[in-house]
């Protein structure tokens, strides 16, 4: 499972093109990161970078930026629209995939932590890293800006989290911290600039300044007229699409709308957008309207059609989804083989691919069986009343396929583990135990891997039992072959467990494998059994 | 007002491409006609045409290809999947803008009656100009195809509408006349392909067959799935969008997919659609949701988002509206002029133009304050509590400042007929009558071009005065100067009918229009005093 991290570092250049183009060298340069804008403002004098990359790659990322910084950027006699006070100015941490919100604080405090030790310079941790609360707004810390920095910094309350206190001038500060994905949206209206203002005001979290907040907190927004697409927007920055998820934002502007007698006229989100929140954005509609829908692509589709993303232009999952950019192809030399070349394989001279990858087909293909029948039931009139019992498995056998394929491949890597083992020296004491060590756990991952696919396989049965009951009886050889193919594929990774515990010395690993592998095998003979009177007797 | 009536012609022939491209060629050759699309089938065997163009040029169009048709296409031992009994198998007249059905039962006629006398070949109405009821259906026309026509001629209930009834081999026969304009549409939904059949089959004309009816009439569908979208579909063809509208099929699919717990996900239009269909399911949902909206390419816009027409490839009005895509740009030659130019040309020698275009443009300026104040209005929280009143007045004030444009330019065009008569041959009695008549109709018209004007102009003071009341009062300057400029624009007009009034000689029509023209000037002399001191007394 990847760990992504989003970082958003803000530059006091921006007009200088030799300084932005080689801290965007920099940050490019580091192995794992992935530069994905630079977005420098001539008026404000600042340049923002926005690039993603594991947690360790993407600390170096921003140090790579900062070491640029303090050679080349000079904050005597900067001038710019935009309030700073630091060469860099502020360095957001925000998870993306895989990493939590505390992750991130931690990451921030590693990143200044080194960087203040190597560039010498002041840090403020700030939102979730904050300190204390009086410390956690920017705005706050940033009061004063960067002309008013040598002062606050003699008041004891502002010393730096990290770095020296004193003034460093050719640098300033820098606020860095964690903090929420933030997603730039704008939901169109055919109004005036004002009504949509006057929506704006009502909904964001400042509302119309003290005393009268808005409804949505973590919400800040507008209302204005754009010329080109001749319509009015209520545009939006969601802080923490968690609290305040898109469809939240959507559905009250429709009712705000309302109340004005206004049309809602689609929406539109500016650059990249985190996968959940189109799938929650989704689970709202299917929850609210009582749908029946599992795969990822629908949900999508689904949340686009009901937030009408693709009134101004296309939405493409593919190029705005921050996942989809990020993923990486997975690797899977076996299952990409023709079906006659691996069966060829098989039969070749080599032990791999043999009876593991053999029995991860046949229970794959066993499931499948049953997702098909699922299938064939499920949206079909003369069968409407047995719906519900169809739809609560059909996810199941979907996903349980997938997995068992992973497993075709899954056992070629613990062979070269093991081979490892074999080959390391073996002339004193120490090494031997070290290599004796390395091939017991080349043995429990060989051993895991059937392990895995009993396991999944045994997750079918409930569902085959219901489809026995209630599935397409057209069908019926399907579910038969179905069962017993996934029986004979759990059957022989079983075989395989064995075969491999044969040279474990821990017994008590041993003993406790092998009581569940067998109550997983006895399990597979006794539902397909099951299965097959059902159907018999379906007549 | 142009007249564009749409032709789609079906010849049997699909896997010669000599003749399918020589009937092209005819149909393009024919000034006024524009070929919008050719369709050839290989299995069919046969070609649809879509061509359209006013009355006279698409009767052309039709004989054109019938002519090519003749000579090229020879029906024995014809051999294709979809029925068929003639050459030129069908070819109905659709009205598209500014005819009646009617008009397109007579176009059909008299293409029916000048192709039976000059290819001398059998004719059937059908549809809307079926003489008879049993003769109304096509399948009836058509039924025993080609290969049962001889028999069908010698039956008395089925003598030709036009041309000889005798069986003429190589051409068979055509079926030809009048129908609504054809839309196909689709609406998408996360389903499979048999729940979208169910709700076709509930929704369409002839439902399930014999005595389980559709709920929708002139409605034909059926559901299927598509891989591409990886959705399913309801696909219906609207054969009377009049009768059933666009908006109420997608809004009865909804129904329907909402009681089987499916969700609707946008859809899309196939080929070309009337404005007017988008315009009605505008005004469907500005009625149901009690909205403000006038302006056109709003309406559109709401249409789009509402129906989700952007689901699949972005809707384009300007690529598939019929009217945007026949529109011819008008000629305005003084209105196209820079201001600057415009003045110059005004001071130059010569007399157009004159004080006509003068009083169009102060007419129109004075109309465009008042819709600029109504606007300024509109909208405001400060005046919310009369936002009724201004709703009702400013499509008046911008439609009307619309029209007084177009009439910068009108008088240029009566000042030639004018001169036209003026040069006729004048040397025997009857030449002298043609040429004083000529010159009569020359000044009618060049005094019903500031009369227009005075009555446009007239429309406005209704409007003025709301907004004299209600207005933003932070531009009441503005009300001021519009009311005056108007006033004088209509003054102006009135000159022009007093001078150019000295030489008509009917006494009956200088009398009743004189009259009109004093009360509309005496009238606008009124309510501008009335409107200057309405906003007086605001204060």
């Known amino acids: 499972m990847r760990k992504i991290v989003e970082c958003v570092p803000n530059f006091s250049v921006g007009r200088d093109p030799d300084t932005i183009d080689a801290i965007a060298g920099a940050i490019k340069g580091v192995d794992g990161c992935r530069l994905l804008d630079v977005d420098p403002g001539y008026s404000t004098n600042r340049t923002v970078y926005t690039f993603v990359g594991d947690p360790e790659s993407v600390i170096e990322g921003a140090l790579a930026g900062a070491r640029v910084a303090r050679k080349m950027i000079d904050m005597r006699g900067h001038k710019g629209e935009h309030p700073r006070f630091g060469a860099m100015d502020v360095c957001p941490f925000i998870p993306v995939v895989g990493v939590t919100m505390d992750e991130c604080v931690e990451i921030s405090r590693r990143f200044a932590q080194k960087a203040a030790d190597e560039l010498a310079v002041p840090f403020y941790l700030y939102e979730q890293a904050a300190p204390a609360v009086y410390r956690c707004k920017l705005s706050d810390i940033r009061q004063g800006e960067y002309e008013g920095l040598a002062g606050k910094l003699e008041d004891p309350r502002w010393k730096p989290d990290f770095g020296p206190d004193t003034f460093v001038p050719e640098w300033g500060a820098t606020a860095t911290g964690a903090r929420m994905f933030l997603i730039a949206y704008n939901v169109n209206l055919l109004a005036t600039s004002n009504q949509a203002h006057r929506i704006a005001l009502n909904l964001r979290e400042t509302g119309r300044g003290e005393g009268s907040p808005g409804k949505l907190q973590n919400v800040q927004g507008m209302g204005w007229f754009v010329d080109e697409y001749d319509m009015a927007q209520v545009t939006v920055n969601l802080t923490d699409y968690k609290i305040t998820p898109l469809h939240v934002v959507y559905e009250e502007v429709k009712k705000e709308a309302e109340l ?280």
Chains 1, 2 share one sequence.
């Open 260 to 539: 004005l007698g206004l049309p809602v006229a689609g929406s539109e989100i500016v650059g990249l957008v985190p996968l959940e929140s189109l799938l929650s954005a989704a689970d709202y509609y299917i929850e609210k309207e009582g749908l029946f829908i599992y795969r990822e692509n629908q949900k999508l589709r689904l949340a686009i059609e009901r937030l009408g993303l693709n009134s101004i232009v296309p939405f493409r999952p593919e190029e705005r989804i921050i996942e989809y950019i990020t993923a990486e192809k997975p690797e899977e030399p076996l299952a990409s083989m023709t079906t006659r070349a691996f069966i060829e394989e098989v039969a070749s001279r080599s032990s791999a691919p043999g009876g593991g990858s053999v029995s991860a087909v046949c229970a794959a293909m066993g499931v499948g069986l049953g997702a098909m029948v699922a299938k064939l039931t499920y949206g079909v009139r003369k069968f409407e009343n047995v719906q519900g019992h169809i739809q609560k498995v059909l996810p199941t056998l979907d996903s349980v396929t997938q997995q068992l394929i992973a497993m075709i491949d899954a056992d070629t890597s613990a062979f070269n583990e093991f081979m490892d083992g074999l080959r390391m020296p073996q002339n004193t004491k120490e090494e031997r135990r070290l290599r004796k060590e390395k091939m017991q756990n080349g043995l429990k991952t060989a051993i895991d891997v059937p392990l895995t696919t009993m396991r999944l396989g045994d997750l079918a049965w409930g569902p085959f039992e219901v489809i026995a009951r209630y599935g397409n009886p057209a069908s019926r050889s399907d579910t038969q072959v179905g069962a017993a193919s996934l029986k004979s594929g759990i059957w022989g990774a079983y075989q395989n467990v064995l075969i491999n515990m044969v040279d474990i010395e821990d017994g008590e690993y041993r003993q406790k494998t092998l009581e569940e592998a067998e109550k997983i095998n006895q399990r597979a003979a006794d539902k397909c059994d099951k299965v097959l009177s059902l159907l018999e007797n379906r007549g």
